[in-house]
């Protein structure tokens, strides 16, 4: 079985809950090697994402770890037979990896929630905006790979444009809708995609205001990406080095009642349609 050298993030989850089920059925590597008719060396690879398993090996390990959960094996099956290609290994070798691993991750998603404070979410910015964005905090890319960086993120909008597309909530703070990250015309040009894309049935855009009394969320941005199962759900956050991703059960429910307490909170549809229109006829 080949190894391979650099797995990707959902890669990394199968191996990661294959581990979690192991360890939760109290059985060290060895044991379940023995069990499998491998040697120990081949279950720490798995687990640690450098070797592959098929759909046959890793229901053969679900049943030796006494999983009875048909619809978490179900979900850990399809990630371990899946051979998708998709549109973002094109961008492989040119942008790091951690940016690769985000549009599989949405391609994949049951669904999206995006809580943002200070920039309108990645899925909902025009192209002139991304480009403010990404030339300002990287002043030393040269054009080209700002553009690079620019039509990769327009390609991961495809989410929530293609036919069947992923259902979609964002949260947004007023305060990310007034920062020209551009010009005016980019801004203006901004908030009127943002009211363009919260008329689809699929997609929700709420904006939380700055007179909003007790509010303490400001440090709760995110993005949720929901899996085939609860359990497979993944929380992404911004980290010094790029994008972090949080699977860690505990986690993921603080992360879950964070976006309910900022969502409620929040305007609802109408009124956040409302007052992104006020808001562009200021400018």
Same mark, same amino acid.
Request: neutral net charge; hydrophobic residues 40%.
């Given at each position: 079985m080949a190894t391979k050298r650099e797995p990707t993030a959902r890669q990394m989850r199968l191996a990661v809950e294959l581990r979690r089920l192991r360890e939760a059925a109290g059985l060290s590597s060895r044991e379940a090697a023995a069990m499998l008719g491998v040697n120990s060396v081949q279950i720490s690879q798995i687990e640690a994402?450098?070797?592959g398993v098929s759909e046959q090996r890793l229901r053969r390990m679900a049943a030796n770890y006494a999983c009875s959960d048909a619809d978490l094996i179900g979900a850990l099956a399809s990630i371990a037979s899946d051979r998708t290609q998709g549109w973002w290994e094109k961008y492989r070798g040119q942008l790091p990896t951690p940016f690769l691993d985000l549009p599989e991750l949405e391609h994949h998603s049951a669904y999206r929630w995006d809580v943002e404070f200070l920039h309108v979410p990645g899925?909902?910015? $025009?192209?002139?905006?991304?480009?403010?964005?990404?030339?300002?905090?990287?002043?030393?890319?040269?054009?080209?790979?700002?553009?690079?960086?620019?039509?990769?993120?327009?390609?991961?909008?495809?989410?929530?444009?293609?036919?069947?597309?992923?259902?979609?909530?964002a949260v947004i703070h007023e305060a990310a809708l007034r920062i020209r990250v551009g010009n005016r015309l980019a801004a203006r040009d901004q908030l009127s995609r943002l009211l363009e894309l919260?008329?689809?049935?699929?997609?929700?855009?709420?904006?939380?205001?700055?007179?909003?009394?007790?509010?303490?969320?400001?440090?709760?941005?995110?993005?949720?990406?929901?899996?085939?199962?609860?359990?497979?759900? $993944?929380?992404?956050?911004?980290?010094?080095?790029?994008?972090?991703?949080?699977d860690a059960e505990a986690q993921?429910?603080?992360?879950? $009642?964070?976006?309910?307490?900022?969502?409620?909170?929040?305007?609802?549809?109408?009124?956040?349609?409302?007052?992104?229109?006020?808001?562009?006829?200021e400018l």
């Open positions: 994402g450098t070797s899925l909902l910015q $025009t192209a002139d905006y991304a480009r403010s964005l990404f030339a300002y905090v990287n002043p030393e890319f040269p054009s080209a790979d700002v553009d690079l960086w620019v039509e990769h993120r327009m390609q991961r909008r495809i989410v929530i444009e293609r036919p069947d597309p992923v259902p979609y909530r919260s008329e689809a049935d699929h997609i929700s855009v709420r904006v939380v205001p700055f007179d909003l009394d007790d509010f303490g969320g400001a440090g709760s941005a995110m993005v949720y990406a929901g899996g085939p199962v609860p359990r497979l759900d $993944t929380v992404v956050r911004d980290g010094p080095n790029g994008p972090v991703y949080i993921l429910s603080r992360y879950r $009642t964070l976006f309910r307490r900022v969502e409620a909170v929040s305007l609802d549809p109408k009124g956040s349609r409302d007052f992104i229109h006020r808001l562009a006829k």
